[in-house]
C-alpha cells in the first residue's frame, strides 16, 4: 500500500511537473531601482508565512506553460495586501500555474510597496515596477515564445488597482525607455479590484500609497474610474456584492466607465465570497477563471483549442 501511495505521488509531481515550469525571479532592474533611497537598515525583505513585506529589489518571477500547451499570451501578476505586503501564493503562484494550464506565461511580480523610507515618489513606485515588467516582458517576447501584442495583466485587490493604473496611465512613462517600447498592456482582469479612492475607496489602500494628505488632484489621479480613455484595454472584472473591505462600487464605476468610453468589458458579480478568496470562491460552484479564459478566447488572445 506505501508503495502504490509513493509511485501516485510521483506520478502526480511529475504530471504537475510537465504543466508548467517555474523559473528564477529576474530582477526589474540590474542597474540600480529607480525613484528610490537608500533603505534603513531594518528595512529588509520578509517573507511572512504566505506573505512578503518590504520589497526592495522588485522583480518577476516567469511561470512557463509546456512547450505543447503554449499558446503565444503572457500575464503579469500582481498580488494584492493592500499596498502592505504582496499575498504571493493565493494572489500569484497558484495563479500562475492556473494560467499555465491554459497555455498563457505568466509573470508574478514582486513589486515595491510604497513606503516613504525607501522611494523619493512613493506615488508612483508600484506604478513604475508594472511598467517596467511590462516593458520587460514586452522586449524579451520572442525569447520566451510570447506575442507582443497579447500581453496582460492581472491584479487581486490593491494589486487590482496597481494593475488598473497601469492601464489607464501608460501614457505617462515613468521608468527609462530607450527603445520606446509600449507600456500598454493588452488587457486588464481586475479582481475585487481597488479602483476609486473617493467615496467607495478602501482607504488603507489610498493612504498608503498616496498619503494621510493627499491632495483632491491626488485622489483624482489614482481613482481609475475618472482615467479610462477609449485606449484603455479590454477588461474582465470580478468582484461580490457583499465585499466589505472593498465596496463592490469599485468594479461597478469602472465598467461603466468602460462602456462609456466604449471598451470591450466584461463584468461577473457573485452574491457573497466577500474578498480576498483568489483563485476559489468558496460560496458558489461557479469558477471565475473559467469565465477569464472564455473572455481570453472571445478577444482572440488565446486560440479556443485550449479549451477541453
Excluded at 479590454?234 to 468594479?251: A, R
Aim: aromatic share 10%; proline share 7%.
Amino acid at each position: 500500500m506505501k508503495l502504490k501511495l509513493f509511485l501516485l505521488v510521483v506520478s502526480l509531481l511529475s504530471l504537475n511537473a510537465k504543466m508548467y515550469s517555474q523559473e528564477l525571479a529576474i530582477p526589474l532592474y540590474p542597474n540600480g531601482v529607480p525613484n528610490s533611497k537608500k533603505a534603513p537598515a531594518d528595512y529588509i525583505e520578509i517573507k511572512q508565512g504566505i506573505d512578503v513585506r518590504m520589497v526592495t529589489d522588485p522583480s518577476i518571477t516567469p511561470y512557463f506553460p509546456a512547450k505543447d500547451k503554449a499558446k503565444g499570451a503572457a500575464v503579469i501578476i500582481c498580488p494584492g495586501g493592500g499596498y502592505g505586503f504582496l499575498a504571493v501564493e493565493k494572489e500569484g503562484s497558484e495563479v500562475a500555474k492556473k494560467f499555465n494550464s491554459i497555455g498563457v506565461t505568466a509573470f508574478i511580480l514582486k513589486y515595491r510597496l510604497p513606503s516613504d523610507k525607501i522611494m523619493v515618489d512613493k506615488s508612483i513606485g508600484p506604478l513604475q515596477d508594472a511598467q517596467r515588467a511590462i516593458q520587460l516582458v514586452r522586449e524579451r517576447a520572442k525569447e520566451w515564445g510570447i506575442d507582443p501584442v497579447k500581453i496582460g495583466i492581472i491584479g487581486f485587490s490593491a494589486g487590482g488597482h496597481l494593475a488598473s493604473t497601469a492601464g489607464t496611465h501608460f501614457q505617462n512613462v515613468l521608468i527609462p525607455n530607450p527603445k520606446q517600447t509600449s507600456v500598454r498592456p493588452d488587457f486588464m482582469m481586475l479582481i475585487y479590484p481597488v479602483i476609486t479612492f473617493g467615496e467607495f475607496a478602501h482607504r488603507g489602500s489610498q493612504v498608503k500609497l498616496t498619503g494621510q494628505d493627499a491632495t483632491p488632484a491626488q485622489i483624482d489621479l489614482y481613482s481609475n474610474e475618472k482615467q479610462v480613455t477609449t485606449l484603455t484595454p479590454p477588461t474582465f472584472l470580478v468582484h461580490s456584492e457583499n465585499d466589505k473591505h472593498v465596496p463592490v462600487q469599485n468594479s461597478l464605476r469602472f465598467y461603466e466607465a468602460l462602456l462609456k468610453a466604449d471598451v470591450k468589458a466584461e463584468m461577473h458579480l457573485y452574491q457573497s465570497g466577500s474578498h480576498g478568496y483568489g483563485l476559489n470562491n468558496g460560496t458558489t460552484p461557479d469558477k471565475w477563471f473559467d469565465r477569464c479564459e472564455n473572455f481570453l478566447i472571445q478577444n482572440g488572445f488565446i486560440s479556443m483549442s485550449s479549451k477541453p
